[in-house]
C-alpha cells in the first residue's frame, strides 16, 4: 500500500493508503476526499477530477498522455502542474505522492 495525501486549498491535509494501481481519482472517492468530482467516472473527458501535483513528485508521475493534455487546456486555473487524477495510477514508486485539490472543486 502506498500513501497518498490530499491537501484541500485550505491547506487541510487527509493521509490514505492505496493499493497499486487504483487511480488518484478512486482513492479520493472511495475515501470520501471533497474536492474530486469525477462526473466521467475515470473517463478522461471532463476535468472535475483535476489535481495539481507537488512540484517535486512531477517528474516521478510523469507528463500527460495527448488526450489528457487536450482536457487540462479548458480547465481554467490549470498549469504546469495540472494532471487529472483519474490518469495517475498509485504504485511503490508513487508511495508518498502529494496532491492539491483546485478551490473551484471544493465543496461540489
Not at 493508503?17 to 474530486?36: L, P, R, T
Not at 471532463?46 to 487536450?70: D, I, M, Q, Y
Request: glycine share 10%.
Amino acid at each position: 500500500m502506498a500513501k497518498l495525501t490530499f491537501i484541500s486549498a485550505q491547506n487541510e491535509q487527509r493521509v490514505i493508503e492505496v493499493k497499486g494501481g487504483v487511480s488518484v481519482q478512486d482513492a479520493a472517492i472511495q475515501n470520501d476526499v471533497d474536492g474530486i468530482n469525477a462526473d466521467c467516472g475515470g473517463g478522461c473527458s471532463c476535468g472535475t477530477c483535476h489535481v495539481f501535483v507537488a512540484e517535486e513528485w512531477r517528474e516521478k508521475v510523469g507528463l500527460p498522455n495527448s488526450l489528457e493534455a487536450s482536457m487540462l487546456e479548458v480547465i481554467a486555473g490549470s498549469n504546469e502542474c495540472s494532471r487529472l487524477s483519474c490518469q495517475i495510477k498509485m504504485s511503490d514508486e508513487l508511495d508518498g505522492l502529494v496532491v492539491t485539490t483546485p478551490e473551484f472543486q471544493e465543496g461540489c
